[in-house]
């Protein structure tokens, strides 16, 4: 058992109607440095970001039917997932996700935040998920029909992509009667982006990358920019660098990250500008010089294609 004794704890809790509709309790910022919000965006699909930034550890509950697919989200700090009165639990990590179903019983949620950590968790239906997919969806491992009556458990890493999608749900500065209306898009775009991961799949079922060296001459090539962010080699430098043609550069690292390396390296910089803006250690013409952006302008200019806002503007909006 899980002792909670010694703990201050923050509890919020939701009902449920006679159809199952989740309804919320909303809290705005409190005292303590926290802050939980929550959006019913449509019948089957709901959202809950809550931020502990206090030096304390909190607890969030939080019930919900086995009609429902859990995605987590733990955008910074530590989370630990309480199940079965204390008897199980499943740890995630800062930038860490984590799907869970279970259709033969209900998965109430029972979190605990550590100090300075962030969660955001999206609630959908198995209805509403699988009507938003093809039948050519079938790689979808838990959507198959042989798994649909199945539990089913999956960790994920967030993307430099998923990110930057989420500080945006975190992060944004619109009218109350289009709220629902982006966050509905950031949520269908989010759940596009976990499941388009082929990075996730083992070398064995990645058709293209069928040798274990070729996959690790890519994850070198995807090192090698990222640490070189603010002065990155070329495409043909870094193919030369890793000992991989550039068509095989190219598609394999496509193949892995779902993404272009210049494409994967744009969303990492912006991600990454984001957290030094929001450490308040630097200004907005270092952090643009920390991402390889020689003028306060190009920088600015990505930004906004990006994130929607200016660096400082979104600084302000924190």
Known sequence: MLEFSGLKVNL????????SKIKYFSMEKNNAGSSLQTHELEKGLSIIAFQNNTSENQIFKEETTRDFIQFHFCIKGNLLFIYNDGNYSLPLQDEKALLLFNPEKDLPLNVRLYPNSWLITVLISIKKLHSLFSDEANYIDFLTEENRNKKYYQE????????VNLSQMLNFNLHDSVKKIYLKGKVYELLALCFNRPEEADVEQCPFLVDEDNVRRIRKAKEIVLQR?????????LSEEIGLSLKKLKEGFKEIYGDTVYGFLLDYKMDFARQLLESKKHNVNEVGLKVGYS???HFIAAFKKKFGTTPKKYIQSI
Do not use: G
Request: neutral net charge; hydrophobic residues 40%; charged residues 15%.
């Open 12 to 19: 919020f809790r939701t009902v449920l109607n006679k159809n």
């Open 156 to 163: 994920l890493s967030i993307s430099p992509a998923m990110a």
């Open 229 to 237: 962010m603010a002065e990155p080699p070329t495409l043909q430098e």
């Open 295 to 297: 003028t306060s302008s």
